[in-house]
C-alpha cells in the first residue's frame, strides 16, 4: 500500500469501498433524532432572523465547519440510515456572522420558551399581568 492509497482510503484489497461503520445504537439513534427535532425548531426560530445554519467545530481539520439548515438535517438523516456522514462541500466563502453555535441556537430556543411560559396566561390572572399587579 502506497500513502497514495492510505491517503484515499485504499485497504489494499483491490476495492476501493471501506467496510461499512457499525449500525448505530438504540441510544445514539435516540441521540440523533433528538437532534433532529432540536434543530427544526432552530431553524424555524433563527431563519427568519437570518441565520443561515450552524458552525460546527471540525475534529478532523480543527477548522470550522459553516453548515446550512438543510445540509445539517440531511447530515442528520444520513447519519441515522447510514451510521456516518459523507463528505460536503463548504459553502463558498461564508459569512461567519450568518450562522450560529449549536450551544447559542439551545440557549436561544430556550429563551425563549421560558418567555412563552411566563406570558402564558394563568388561571385568575390575565396575560401580561403578575399576580402582584392585583394588589392595592
Known sequence: MTSWDDAFGSDGSGSDEAPPPPPLTMEERA????????????????EPTGVKGIVVDCPDCDEEHHVDWALMQANLRQLLDEGQTGR??????????????????????????????????????????HARDDQP
Open 31 to 46: 441521540g440523533v433524532l433528538d437532534d433532529l427535532a432540536e434543530l427544526e425548531v432552530f431553524r424555524t426560530l433563527l
Open 88 to 129: 460536503h462541500e463548504p459553502p463558498f466563502d461564508p459569512d461567519p456572522d450568518d450562522y450560529v453555535s449549536w450551544d447559542y441556537a439551545s440557549g436561544y430556543a430556550d429563551g425563549v420558551a421560558a418567555r412563552a411560559e411566563a406570558e402564558e396566561p394563568r388561571e385568575g390572572h390575565p396575560p401580561g399581568r
